[in-house]
């Protein structure tokens, strides 16, 4: 059974700062994985979207990388800012002919203090 | 462009009485999802469709009921509400494997 574990669950940085969000799974035969952000109360917006072909992603001052072999995702976010603060999940997905499951990590709730 | 809209927002009900979510998109996408949000589970695939007339089990489907007739609907139905389904429930299609989501609803349960 495919299990996503993100580290760490909550994360404070002050303005400026470069970090690093973790995700693990523990299944390799994915076919991509996602990160989103969920603001307080909103729903989720998809950040980047990684194929398992693929290696990283990059948008803006986000970088997504993905390790199948070791079942793990980097999302880093470089010159942090407060409106980065809130809660990142990434998700794997394994779809096939179908979709099949689609399995979110719990989160890690961010704040970039100013 | 709306995207993706859930009505209504919060709703309060009873346990035993029967209960619809709404979820409307805007750009004809193919595939749409309901999840639930917990506290201690995450998010959680209760039900997904890939087309018009065509849905799927998640993983946990237990206690509720989907259709979809037209490609942008996909309502939600707790037929007998139960304390446990207490949760926010999010809606979302997909475009290339790209998840969209909608606002949330958050259903309390009585």
């Known amino acids: 059974k495919q299990e996503v574990t993100q580290i760490p669950a909550a994360l404070s940085v002050p303005e400026g700062e470069n970090l690093v969000l973790n995700c693990s799974f523990t299944?390799?035969?994915?076919?991509?994985l996602q990160w989103f952000r969920q603001d307080p109360g909103k729903g989720l917006t998809s950040l980047l979207l990684i194929q398992s072909s693929q290696r990283e992603q990059t948008s803006g001052r986000l970088n997504a990388s993905l390790d199948k072999s070791s079942g793990r995702s980097t999302l880093y976010i470089a010159a942090s800012q407060p409106g980065d603060s809130a809660t990142y999940l990434c998700?794997?997905?394994?779809?096939?002919?179908?979709?099949?499951?689609?399995?979110f990590g719990p989160g890690t709730s961010l704040s970039v203090i100013p | 462009d709306a995207g993706i809209t859930q009505s209504p927002r919060y709703k309060i009900t009873e346990t035993g009485r029967q209960v619809t979510l709404m979820c409307h998109q805007t750009?004809?996408?193919?595939?749409m999802f309901w999840y639930r949000q917990d506290l201690g589970h995450g998010l959680r695939l209760i039900y997904y469709?890939?087309?018009?007339?065509?849905?799927d089990k998640g993983e946990v489907p237990d206690g509720y009921v989907v259709s979809r007739s037209k490609t942008e609907n996909f309502p939600l139905t707790l037929e007998s509400a139960t304390r446990s389904q207490t949760s926010v429930y999010f809606c979302?299609?997909?475009?290339?494997?790209?998840?969209?989501f909608g606002p949330g609803t958050r259903l309390t349960v009585l």
């Open positions: 469709s890939a087309a018009a007339d065509i849905t």
């Open positions: 299944d390799s035969a994915i076919y991509n």
């Open positions: 979302a299609s997909s475009l290339e494997h790209t998840q969209y």
């Open positions: 998700a794997v997905s394994r779809w096939g002919t179908s979709y099949d499951k689609v399995i």
């Open positions: 750009w004809s996408h193919s595939y």
